[in-house]
């Protein structure tokens, strides 16, 4: 440290032999606001920097003309990179905030700040999970989203499984996912948010219902961003975790970056695979040739395995005059899921159906900042495909016993033919976002995006499969504008923004009589919101949020499905009001910490697309309202760093506001929406036990998630005696982790589900039950 | 809230392919759907049916909103006061077919939710589950021995070449005793498959009458012109109709959704209705009347010397549902207007059906006085309770239930249905 300083002495003295200068200013705080003491800020590339003092200040009286990289570190704290512009005569001021590093955490932090685009400061309802700390647990990304008030995950069984996410009480395609920024829309089933070990990921940016203009989406009910870069730096990250039902995930995460030369190459890869063989209690065995019930069995899934595998290669440049950043990235993926059972039935068994994925992006990425003027772009071309696999003429249950089908018979296991459909999805994706920064005080923000979807259809076992035979395209587009007013004296931040959506599909489908048409539906419209942050002390913070959000139709809704489900054209998108408020109270002195937080949520959703039919065909309409509210809570306590305790809980009521049905009053209105969770939470609870030394350190963990019972159907309709129910969750899982050569070595292992509870997330649909899981990883920087 | 779809007559496979489609791109999730009932303790010691000692009436409500849930419930009586699922009533778990055989009513799931569950009254008069078991595709046609012992169920895959599966399922013990594939009709040549529109046992003798339908599965009806009905022995149905027999003077019998294409008397005359309106699904329509043909009791072949007009008799029009109501006579609906588009009859746009009673032997249509011009698009087979039949007749803006007198064919508004409208009444 002292060495530090006096380095950073000298380089100060050099400093002022520089000519064309001018200071830059400001304040260093921690995540609660607080100042810190003895940080460093330096420019990079250079010798020019200085040191906080007890008030967090600092100032760096000569910096040259033109734009830097200023890093700011402190010891136990994440190093921060922040772009400046140095003018002649006019003295730039910062804030910057550090997030505590991975040495100083005994367990993942959830707090309300995104570095990248200093969030923290804004007022988005926005839970940021830094990985850095539990990236070598046995945790997976659906497992350490769970711990995020306002979320809930349905999964439908083991690793690959399908699962649905509601944030705030919207979910499924009303939430969107984005890499880096880049939505994940149709990038395939390898490729979707439970398919990344935690190794690979920085943080995991979840916005409740008001989602930033930067995130080039139609996000109905808010977004999930996960953030990859590890800018600039030589790493390597290797792990490998194995576990009960022959599951084995692992991942290689590496980059060697040449600061001298600028240039860097970045491997990012995973393989998962189980063999989902839990044990299923008391499932129905049917008899295969009629049908009937033959009792009830405890039988292990023999069909339940899923495998997949990611290799991301990157090479480019950093810190060049022509670029802060550039680079070509390539991505392949692929993965092979087998079906025990369509993920809402399990009276149906299979012993051959199975889905596989492969896909593969191309992206180039920009990033540079002329002045005042910061340019992020990149571009993406994706080739995606999804097979559904229903050859099998054989016929499974329960027992494992199966017949094979007559000769004649054409039924699949799932589809009424055997089927071998090939859906092939060409995406090109592009957005560009600016930021202007006119002062300190105010800055604009203009994000436009592009996403392009072509589909076809082919099924090479049925012909009479006529999904999507025809190809259609859909074409997106968003634009974000946005205004940030910021005030650091005051403690103010103002964000009011603008999005335009246009929508633009070329839809064919086929009549009764063979012929094609073709249709071309089209719609614009206009989303706005605001967020605004205010911090009346370094303690207490208030922020709100609204955001009039849209989500454009998905390609089947409008599509139809080639036969049964026709098109509608005329389909219009799902429209939100998303309001949020929010409470923080964070203190701390050298001992004890307490951080607070509790959020009000209200959505009022309007025009939820719903099948309609009519005989037996039918179309998707906008039939339905619902409206959301809530309230989560969160809080955090934590002794040295000995203990860390946290806990949060949601309350939502959700309640179906669609006065009418076909006409007739629709009797559930103003009733609470069933077969969705409305309580739920987390606790867990950190200790470390045993701390040999300052490198090495053992960990304990404990962790609780709890969902109140919720009924399948309407709760004040039929018999209270005989009603189905999602029987309430109350799972323990445990971890112990030691930790050697401050993270260079880790072990780490965990039971979850400790107790080996019969758990349910849908309407019997059994999640496995206990298991054990063992990991072992290597980091070095 | 997720994205619901709530399944509908007629529905099952496209979103069968549609789910599996969705399965993987993981962008819906259907769990709302999620078909099954948590008491599957299966029984297997055959019960005795107990005589019911609830005098009341069970009915299948379909509510309003959402995904329509469906509940079946027992009320002491149906002519005042609300029919509601408000804390009563056993729930579904999906759209259900229900069709009673003697005591014992089945309802039977739609595309994924592949299980049929019987229920009865037990000793204290109170509706229970008494069995199930499932099935492959979807049983869309129903029908019942004369014994009242036997439910027959098939399955009619939609699209292709396939086996109707004929199902035999012990009412007593709600178990699958044995089950028969047939195609009733098909040519490969011309892609022409068969739907039934009824299984009506007469005697030694199963009729089933039949739509000629395009095999791609667009539901075009390829010879509109003609009714065809499938004979085979009964009980020992085969693989194959032991003859097809075809009428040239209307068109093809039954409609979707309706298990009562063709229907027996007391006296074991049968009788069908032919509708070929457009919008009752006929693509193209059929250039025959509308109208009633006639076997006669003992015999195979159509009675030449009976053929009733619907659309020339007074009262008359495009029939799009019949039932047997007793004494040689048929509850009915006729399309006043059969303009609409194709299959807008089964929607809740265009409310254009009246309810008649049909004199079968002396060939007349009375309307029934006091009942709305209504919509429709699914009934379970009627029950006739001391001469009178108990309807869901739903409006524009209201759903009731009308007790029809049909010795004189006058209709009195009796409770009134909280919900989209009863799919039948039984009494078990």
Same mark, same amino acid.
């Given at each position: 440290m002292y060495k530090k300083v006096f380095l950073l002495a000298l380089f100060f003295f050099i400093g002022f032999s520089i000519f064309g200068q001018t200071a830059i200013s400001g304040t260093v705080v921690d995540e609660a606001g607080s100042p810190l003491l003895g940080a460093t800020v330096l420019l990079q590339n250079s010798v020019i920097g200085a040191v906080t003092g007890a008030d967090g200040s600092f100032k760096i009286s000569r910096a040259p003309i033109g734009d830097h990289l200023l890093e700011c570190t402190s010891l136990g704290y994440t190093t921060k990179v922040v772009p400046v512009t140095v003018q002649e005569g006019n003295e730039v001021r910062l804030s910057i905030r550090l997030l505590r590093s991975a040495e100083e955490l005994d367990e993942m932090v959830v707090v309300g700040t995104s570095k990248a685009e200093q969030l923290k400061e804004q007022g988005f309802s926005v839970a940021v999970l830094e990985t850095a700390t539990v990236k070598n647990t046995n945790l997976d990304i659906n497992q350490l989203l769970k711990t995020v008030s306002g979320v809930n995950i349905r999964e439908s069984g083991g690793l690959g499984s399908g699962f649905d996410l509601?944030?705030?009480?919207?979910?499924?395609?009303?939430?969107?996912?984005?890499?880096?920024?880049?939505?994940?829309?149709?990038?395939?089933?390898?490729?979707?948010?439970?398919?990344?070990?935690?190794?690979?990921?920085?943080?995991?940016?979840?916005?409740?219902?008001?989602?930033?203009?930067?995130?080039?989406?139609?996000?109905?009910?808010?977004?999930?961003?996960?953030?990859?870069?590890?800018?600039?730096?030589?790493?390597?990250?290797?792990?490998?975790?194995?576990?009960?039902?022959?599951?084995?995930?692992?991942?290689?995460?590496?980059?060697?970056?040449?600061?001298?030369?600028?240039?860097?190459?970045?491997?990012?890869?995973?393989?998962?695979?189980?063999?989902?063989?839990?044990?299923?209690?008391?499932?129905?065995?049917?008899?295969?040739?009629?049908?009937?019930?033959?009792?009830?069995?405890?039988?292990?899934?023999?069909?339940?395995?899923?495998?997949?595998?990611?290799?991301?290669?990157?090479?480019?440049?950093?810190?060049?005059?022509?670029?802060?950043?550039?680079?070509?990235?390539?991505?392949?993926?692929?993965?092979?899921?087998?079906?025990?059972?369509?993920?809402?039935?399990?009276?149906?068994?299979?012993?051959?159906?199975?889905?596989?994925?492969?896909?593969?992006?191309?992206?180039?990425?920009?990033?540079?900042?002329?002045?005042?003027?910061?340019?992020?772009?990149?571009?993406?071309?994706?080739?995606?495909?999804?097979?559904?696999?229903?050859?099998?003429?054989?016929?499974?249950?329960?027992?494992?016993?199966?017949?094979?089908?007559?000769?004649?018979?054409?039924?699949?296991?799932?589809?009424?033919?055997?089927?071998?459909?090939?859906?092939?999805?060409?995406?090109?994706?592009?957005?560009?976002?600016?930021?202007?920064?006119?002062?300190?005080?105010?800055?604009?923000?203009?994000?436009?995006?592009?996403?392009?979807?072509?589909?076809?259809?082919?099924?090479?076992?049925?012909?009479?499969?006529?999904?999507?035979?025809?190809?259609?395209?859909?074409?997106?587009?968003?634009?974000?504008?946005?205004?940030?007013?910021?005030?650091?004296?005051?403690?103010?931040?103002?964000?009011?923004?603008?999005?335009?959506?246009?929508?633009?599909?070329?839809?064919?489908?086929?009549?009764?009589?063979?012929?094609?048409?073709?249709?071309?539906?089209?719609?614009?419209?206009?989303?706005?919101?605001?967020?605004?942050?205010?911090?009346?002390?370094?303690?207490?913070?208030?922020k709100t949020s609204y955001e009039l959000a849209y989500r454009i139709p998905e390609a089947f809704e409008i599509l139809g499905d080639g036969i049964y489900i026709t098109p509608n054209p005329g389909l219009g998108p799902e429209q939100s009001d998303n309001f949020n408020f929010g409470i923080r109270y964070d203190t701390k002195n050298n001992n004890f910490g307490l951080d607070a937080e509790t959020n009000l949520f209200y959505r009022n959703s309007k025009n939820f697309i719903r099948f309609n039919p009519l005989g037996p065909f039918g179309e998707f309409e906008n039939l339905n309202n619902v409206r959301s509210v809530g309230a989560e809570a969160a809080l955090l306590l934590r002794y040295r760093r000995l203990l860390r305790l946290s806990t949060n809980l949601t309350y939502q009521e959700i309640t179906d506001q669609t006065a009418f049905d076909e006409g007739l009053p629709n009797i559930n209105f103003k009733s609470k929406v069933p077969n969705i969770p409305y309580l739920f939470g987390n606790a867990q609870l950190g200790i470390v036990p045993f701390k040999p030394n300052e490198k090495n350190e053992l960990s304990l963990f404990w962790n609780l998630r709890f969902v109140q019972e919720f009924f399948l159907i309407w709760e004040n309709l039929g018999d209270p005696n005989q009603k189905n129910v999602i029987p309430k969750q109350f799972i323990q899982d445990f971890r112990v982790q030691y930790t050697m050569k401050e993270g260079k070595y880790n072990l780490a292992l965990a039971v979850n589900n400790v107790f080996d509870q019969l758990a349910f997330d849908n309407f019997s649909i059994q999640r496995p039950g206990r298991s054990f899981n063992i990991k072992l990883s290597y980091f070095i920087h | 809230?997720?994205?619901?779809?709530?399944?509908?007559?007629?529905?099952?496979?496209?979103?069968?392919?549609?789910?599996?489609?969705?399965?993987?791109?993981?962008?819906?999730?259907?769990?709302?759907?999620?078909?099954?009932?948590?008491?599957?303790?299966?029984?297997?010691?055959?019960?005795?049916?107990?005589?019911?000692?609830?005098?009341?009436?069970?009915?299948?409500?379909?509510?309003?909103?959402?995904?329509?849930?469906?509940?079946?419930?027992?009320?002491?009586?149906?002519?005042?006061?609300?029919?509601?699922?408000?804390?009563?009533?056993?729930?579904?778990?999906?759209?259900? %077919?229900?069709?009673?055989?003697? &005591?014992?009513? /089945? +309802?039977?799931?739609?595309? $994924?939710?592949?299980?049929? @569950?019987? #229920?009865?009254?037990?000793?204290?008069?109170?509706?229970?589950?008494?069995?199930?078991?499932?099935?492959?595709?979807?049983?869309?046609?129903?029908?019942?021995?004369?014994?009242?012992?036997?439910?027959?169920?098939?399955?009619?895959?939609?699209?292709?070449?396939?086996?109707?599966?004929?199902?035999?399922?012990?009412?007593?013990?709600?178990?699958?005793?044995?089950?028969?594939?047939?195609?009733?009709?098909?040519?490969?040549?011309?892609?022409?498959?068969?739907?039934?529109?009824?299984?009506?046992?007469?005697?030694?003798?199963?009729?089933?009458? %039949?739509?000629?339908?395009?095999? &791609?599965?667009? /539901? +075009?009806?390829?010879?509109? $012109?003609?009714?065809?009905? @499938?004979? #085979?022995?009964?009980?020992?149905?085969?693989?194959?109709?032991?003859?097809?027999?075809?009428?040239?003077?209307?068109?093809?019998?039954?409609?979707?959704?309706?298990?009562?294409?063709?229907?027996?008397?007391?006296?074991?005359?049968?009788?069908?209705?032919?509708?070929?309106?457009?919008?009752?699904g006929f693509a193209p329509a059929s250039t025959k009347p509308s109208g009633i043909l006639k076997i006669k009791a003992g015999e195979t072949d159509f009675d030449t010397d009976y053929f009733f007009d619907i659309e020339a008799a007074t009262n008359g029009g495009k029939l799009f549902w019949f039932d047997y109501v007793g004494g040689n006579k048929a509850i009915a609906r006729i399309l006043t207007d059969d303009s609409g588009p194709a299959w807008s009859a089964y929607g809740r746009d265009v409310f254009t059906q009246k309810l008649v009673i049909i004199d079968l032997e002396n060939q007349t249509i009375t309307d029934v006085a006091n009942v709305p011009l209504h919509a429709k698009r699914y009934s379970s087979p009627i029950l006739v309770d001391e001469g009178k039949v108990y309807v869901s007749i739903e409006t524009a803006t209201a759903a009731d239930v009308f007790v029809v007198d049909v010795e004189n064919a006058t209709g009195a508004k009796g409770a009134e249905i909280v919900g989209k409208t009863v799919k039948g009444f039984f009494k078990l």
């Open positions: 509601s944030l705030n009480g919207l979910s499924g395609n009303q939430i969107r996912y984005f890499i880096d920024g880049v939505p994940m829309e149709r990038f395939g089933s390898s490729l979707t948010l439970n398919n990344f070990p935690p190794n690979l990921v920085e943080r995991i940016e979840v916005f409740k219902g008001v989602v930033p203009t930067t995130l080039g989406a139609d996000a109905l009910g808010g977004a999930i961003n996960i953030t990859t870069a590890y800018r600039g730096k030589s790493f390597l990250d290797v792990s490998y975790a194995y576990g009960s039902f022959n599951t084995h995930i692992a991942s290689v995460n590496g980059q060697y970056a040449d600061k001298g030369k600028g240039h860097f190459f970045k491997v990012s890869s995973f393989y998962n695979h189980s063999d989902n063989d839990y044990l299923m209690r008391d499932v129905p065995v049917f008899d295969l040739e009629l049908g009937n019930n033959l009792g009830t069995i405890d039988i292990d899934r023999f069909h339940d395995d899923y495998s997949s595998a990611m290799v991301t290669l990157e090479a480019g440049v950093f810190d060049k005059k022509w670029a802060d950043g550039a680079s070509i990235m390539l991505t392949g993926a692929l993965n092979r899921k087998n079906y025990q059972h369509p993920d809402n039935n399990i009276l149906r068994v299979f012993g051959g159906f199975r889905t596989e994925g492969e896909s593969y992006l191309g992206r180039i990425n920009y990033s540079k900042t002329f002045h005042k003027l910061h340019i992020k772009a990149y571009a993406l071309l994706g080739k995606v495909r999804e097979s559904v696999i229903d050859t099998s003429a054989f016929k499974y249950n329960w027992a494992g016993d199966f017949i094979k089908r007559d000769d004649d018979d054409p039924k699949g296991e799932l589809l009424e033919r055997r089927s071998f459909l090939k859906l092939d999805d060409i995406v090109a994706n592009s957005q560009l976002t600016m930021g202007y920064r006119f002062n300190d005080y105010g800055s604009l923000g203009l994000t436009l995006n592009q996403n392009r979807l072509k589909r076809t259809g082919d099924d090479i076992v049925d012909p009479l499969n006529r999904v999507f035979e025809a190809p259609n395209t859909i074409n997106k587009n968003v634009v974000g504008l946005s205004y940030t007013y910021k005030n650091i004296v005051k403690g103010i931040e103002i964000t009011p923004f603008l999005k335009g959506y246009r929508f633009k599909g070329s839809i064919t489908s086929e009549g009764i009589d063979g012929t094609l048409t073709t249709s071309a539906p089209r719609f614009e419209d206009v989303g706005y919101g605001a967020a605004i942050a205010y911090a009346r002390s370094p303690k207490l913070s208030f | 809230m997720k994205m619901k779809i709530p399944f509908s007559f007629g529905l099952a496979r496209p979103l069968s392919v549609l789910m599996a489609c969705t399965l993987l791109l993981g962008s819906c999730s259907n769990d709302d759907n999620a078909p099954m009932n948590p008491v599957s303790q299966p029984d297997p010691q055959p019960q005795p049916d107990p005589d019911p000692v609830s005098s009341g009436i069970t009915f299948a409500l379909k509510t309003t909103g959402g995904d329509e849930t469906e509940f079946i419930i027992n009320e002491p009586s149906l002519e005042t006061g609300m029919l509601s699922a408000d804390g009563k009533g056993i729930e579904q778990t999906g759209w259900r %077919f229900y069709y009673p055989v003697g &005591k014992t009513l /089945f +309802a039977s799931g739609y595309s $994924d939710d592949n299980q049929c @569950a019987g #229920y009865t009254a037990d000793e204290k008069g109170e509706i229970v589950k008494k069995g199930e078991f499932i099935f492959e595709n979807s049983l869309e046609m129903f029908g019942a021995d004369e014994a009242a012992e036997t439910l027959l169920a098939m399955e009619i895959p939609r699209v292709g070449f396939a086996n109707r599966r004929l199902h035999f399922v012990d009412a007593n013990t709600v178990n699958v005793s044995k089950i028969v594939g047939t195609r009733i009709f098909e040519d490969q040549k011309d892609s022409i498959v068969a739907w039934p529109t009824a299984l009506q046992v007469n005697g030694d003798k199963l009729f089933v009458p %039949f739509h000629k339908l395009d095999a &791609k599965g667009f /539901f +075009a009806t390829v010879s509109p $012109d003609s009714a065809f009905v @499938a004979v #085979y022995d009964y009980p020992n149905v085969g693989t194959e109709p032991i003859k097809i027999i075809s009428d040239a003077r209307t068109s093809n019998i039954g409609v979707n959704g309706a298990t009562t294409g063709m229907v027996k008397t007391d006296g074991g005359d049968m009788y069908s209705f032919s509708c070929g309106a457009t919008m009752a």
